[in-house]
Nanobody, 120 residues
Framework: QVRVAESGGGLVQPGGSLRLACTAS????????MEWWRQNKEGERDFVAS???????AYADSVKGRFTISRDSASNTAYLQMNDLKQEDEAVYLC??????????????WGQGTQVTVSS
């Protein structure tokens, strides 16, 4: 069984920083990529950042220069360092892992999400 779990959300003031973590665990043969998405109060889900097994990264324009995605392969954890947080960054942040449980397979696994609240 595969599990993806996020942590690190919380309340932060505008201009502050948070670091989120996403760990994939279970019977995983290969981690192809891990992505961060966010869902606002209106239910809209948007891409935030991604990192591949080779270390290639991609970011939404709205977070470029403020957010950094990284990974620790040993623990199968992806991190999202968020700096200079703005009101519009407030959302539930969800992690999506593209994982293979055996050779030749690849599926998407979502975590439950972690709330980020930006407020003074």
């Amino acid at each position: 069984q595969v599990r993806v779990a996020e942590s690190g959300g919380g309340l932060v003031q505008p201009g502050g920083s948070l670091r989120l973590a996403c760990t994939a665990s279970g019977n995983i043969y290969h981690t192809y990529s891990m992505e961060w998405w966010r869902q606002n109060k209106e239910g809209e889900r948007d891409f935030v950042a991604s990192i591949t097994s080779g270390g290639s990264t991609a970011y939404a324009d709205s977070v470029k220069g403020r957010f950094t995605i990284s990974r620790d392969s040993a623990s199968n954890t992806a991190y999202l360092q968020m700096n200079d947080l703005k009101q519009e960054d407030e959302a539930v942040y969800l992690c999506n892992g593209r994982l293979g449980i055996k050779p030749g397979t690849s599926n998407h696994y979502w975590g439950q999400g972690t709330q980020v609240t930006v407020s003074s």
